[in-house]
């Protein structure tokens, strides 16, 4: 089996691209096949270099890996479109297809084919090419090609036909073909059209698969009769779902991020980002949402995959990205939590210790920069954030009996289980509730009611400034 990932270097790579790669390769590794990586840059003007790196970026910052490309070379080459073009590859079979007369020169304006647009609308019948130019005598192209009238070249066809494919995720489509107009295969640039490049390219590179969005179906049958006319058999192809906004309309910028450079810079582990992709469209045998992609490889299968568009979630996006977090080891939280750490405060001592102490409150890597400064706020912002809290008489027993007990501690190091057996023995002692003991003690020494695991905080704070702090407020 052979497979594509076959993106235009147009922009930064988005998230339906990304999506699009991942469905390829994690099907590629079920199946033991070959995932080859295509740039189809053959509109020169909007490819960039710089996009095929954002895209080969983001490829390995998901952990998707490729057997060919342009990068990793192979026997397919060259695996970009626009060196293809200079060998002229496509004119070879564009030539071939006029030589059959399964295609034809085509000199008709715009303004010629936009008169042919409108004479349509305003009759209310759909568009099709008039082929005038099919019926062009050699006499007559000879003539306008010696004058050097700019010309495209067509496909003719196949109007007589209803076109049924088998889409491996919809079953069965059809297509009246005598609505589809007679297409552009090479404009009048020389540049092939993005649906001769592709058939051309998927039948040299013997492409067994296609794996692509639904978007693409339309362009279906047309790549399927350019096949049977260059008398190849076409690879099978699975359309995925589009990915929709909240509003269920396709996703766009106006629904938030949409480049996956911006998840990374916004927090998201690509762990998390890859799993819940993984979820727009497909679902796990066992209803499981939380996937390491081992399993997710182990159990996919096309079948199971939705005819109906998904819905991009960020909720819960971030969500699995705070479940992924939590999961991480110490050492792989703090060197996933590192970049994102204002530098000011990437020295600090026991920084480490901080990290794994927020843990639970982060959903996003970004949200470290919320959680740290409890740590370094100084005395006089302390005092002052710590004034807004009113403390009542029981709440100043519980201090007490914490300050107390800090000072009476003997141990070595105030550990975090030195402080949780403290905070037992109070809980034990007072005969109160976790709330009326945590809490007066949180805002005590944090001034405020949410953040670090208690215990680490107040080991990490240490005796002595916990003590100054639970004092001020007495
Ligand atoms: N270059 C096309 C795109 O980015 C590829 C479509 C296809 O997979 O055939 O949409």
């Known amino acids: ?65 490729l057997d060919e490309g342009p990068v990793q070379g192979g026997p397919y080459g060259p695996y970009r479109q626009s060196e293809r073009i200079q060998l002229g590859i496509y004119q070879t079979y564009a030539q071939k297809l006029v030589d059959e007369k399964k295609a034809y ?60 494919f088998r889409d491996l995720i919809r079953e069965e489509i059809s297509f009246d073909m005598a609505l589809i107009s007679d ?81 990374q810079s916004n927090g998201y582990l690509n762990t998390a980002l890859r799993n819940y992709l993984m979820l727009l469209g497909w679902s796990s045998p066992d209803g499981k949402e939380l996937l390491d992609i081992h ?73 470290i920069s919320l959680y740290l400064p409890v740590y370094f706020n100084s005395p006089e912002s302390f005092k002052e954030a710590v004034s807004a809290f009113a403390f009542s008489e029981a709440d100043k027993d519980v201090l007490i009996a914490f300050k107390n007990a800090l000072v009476s501690f003997q141990g070595e190091e105030l550990t975090a289980e030195a402080v949780d057996v403290i905070l037992q023995t109070l809980l034990v002692t007072t005969g109160l509730g976790k709330g009326k003991v945590f809490k007066p003690i949180r805002l005590a020494c944090s001034a405020s009611a949410t953040g670090p695991h208690l215990p680490d905080f107040v080991s990490i704070m240490g005796k002595d400034r916990i003590v100054e702090r639970v004092s001020w407020v007495l």
């Open 105 to 164: 020169p085509c000199f008709c304006t715009d303004s010629d084919l936009d008169s042919e647009r409108q004479l349509a609308q305003t009759q209310k019948v759909p568009y099709v090419y008039s082929r005038k130019c099919m019926h062009l005598s050699e006499a007559e192209i000879l003539e306008k090609k010696a004058a050097q009238v700019p010309a495209t070249i067509r496909f003719k066809i196949p109007h007589a036909q209803t076109l049924t």
């Open 295 to 367: 399993t997710i490889c182990d159990n996919f299968s096309l079948d199971r995959l939705s005819k109906s568009g998904a819905v991009f979630d960020v909720t819960k996006l971030k969500w699995m990205n705070g479940q992924y977090i939590r999961a991480l080891e110490n050492e792989a939280l703090y060197a996933a939590l590192f970049p994102y750490v204002s530098e000011e405060l990437r020295s600090a001592k026991k920084l480490k210790d901080m990290m794994v102490s927020v843990k639970d409150n982060l959903d996003l890597l970004t949200d």
């Open 183 to 263: 297409f552009v295969l090479v404009k009048s640039d020389g540049t092939p059209s993005y649906n001769f490049a592709v058939v051309v390219d998927d039948m040299l590179m013997e492409i067994t698969h296609v794996i692509r969005g639904e978007d693409h179906i339309s362009n279906t049958p047309r790549q399927i009769v350019l096949y049977q006319a260059l008398g190849a058999t076409h690879p099978q192809f699975a359309h995925l779902p589009m990915i929709l906004g909240p509003d269920k309309s396709k996703l766009s910028k106006r629904h938030g991020a949409t480049s996956v450079i911006e998840y």
């Open 1 to 65: 089996m052979r497979l594509r990932f076959a993106p235009s270097p147009t922009g930064n790579l988005h998230i339906g691209t990304l999506r699009t790669a991942l469905f390829n390769w994690v099907f590629a590794q079920k199946h033991q096949a070959t995932l080859v990586l295509r740039i189809e840059d053959t509109d020169l003007e909007r490819s960039h270099a710089e996009f095929e790196g954002s895209i080969l970026e983001g490829l390995a910052w998901m952990g998707i890996t």
